[in-house]
T-cell receptor, first 112, second 118 residues
Framework: DTGVSQDPRHKITKRGQNVTFRCDPI?????LYWYRQTLGQGPEFLTY????????KSRLLSDRFSAERPKGSFSTLEIQRTEQGDSAMYLC??????????FGPGTRLLVL | AQKITQTQPGMFVQEKEAVTLDCTYD???????LFWYKQPSSGEMIFLIY??????QNATEGRYSLNFQKARKSANLVISASQLGDSAMYFC???????????????FGKGTKLSVIP
């Protein structure tokens, strides 16, 4: 039974560069979520997909952020023109229906 | 307004002892759910236990139990017989509906860092 996977696990980039993260949910899970966790805080909700449809976006998701889930399986989160304030852990979670959200290992982003 | 409050930034417990991690919440929705997750230094969030607002009994999962006091709006996590591997951050979270989307998002507290002493 494979859990949620995320790639890469760590990313260091320079301010102004674009970065893309990938999340592969548990195979039978049709719902996928992205969260962001900054140092000393709990995760904060960013966006939600049901199958391939993006149904909710938090106001935290500025126009530099875009997320996709093209075939209702894996998802990507892209950050354009990164800023130092984007440094955080980006967590992906998946679930089937109203069940518990299961998280991946996260991608740690450091913007220099 | 903060919806999940964890007042203990850090806790210490002796190995094999029990420990209680506090969580209070705020909601006006009569139907809600409360979760506890463990986050080791590796970063992944590990689901521990869930309590629904209408559940008649307190949830238990192995060494984890949830002391749910609805009138006080508290959902404290109790870990019995602490082990060294229990050292981690612990987050309390509440399920909040994503209106119009038929799903829910999790709202987390700031967490409690638990250190188990040999």
């Amino acid at each position: 039974d494979t859990g949620v996977s995320q790639d890469p696990r760590h990313k260091i980039t320079k301010r102004g560069q674009n970065v893309t993260f990938r999340c592969d949910p548990i195979s039978e899970h049709n719902r996928l979520y992205w969260y962001r966790q900054t140092l000393g805080q709990g995760p904060e909700f960013l966006t939600y997909f049901q199958n391939e449809a993006q149904l909710e976006k938090s106001r935290l998701l500025s126009d530099r952020f875009s997320a996709e889930r093209p075939k209702g399986s894996f998802s990507t989160l892209e950050i354009q023109r990164t800023e130092q304030g984007d440094s955080a852990m980006y967590l992906c979670a998946s679930t089937r229906g109203e069940e518990t959200q299961y998280f991946g290992p996260g991608t740690r982003l450091l913007v220099l | 307004a903060q919806k999940i409050t964890q007042t203990q930034p850090g806790m210490f417990v002796q190995e094999k002892e029990a420990v209680t991690l506090d969580c209070t919440y705020d909601t006006s929705d009569p139907s809600y759910g409360l979760f506890w997750y463990k986050q080791p230094s590796s970063g992944e969030m590990i689901f521990l236990i869930y309590q629904g607002s209408y559940d008649q009994q307190n949830a238990t999962e192995g060494r984890y139990s949830l002391n749910f006091q609805k009138a006080r709006k508290s959902a404290n996590l109790v870990i019995s017989a602490s082990q060294l591997g229990d050292s981690a951050m612990y987050f309390c979270a509440m399920r909040e509906p994503i209106h119009g989307a038929g799903s829910y998002q999790l709202t987390f507290g700031k967490g409690t860092k638990l250190s188990v002493i040999p």
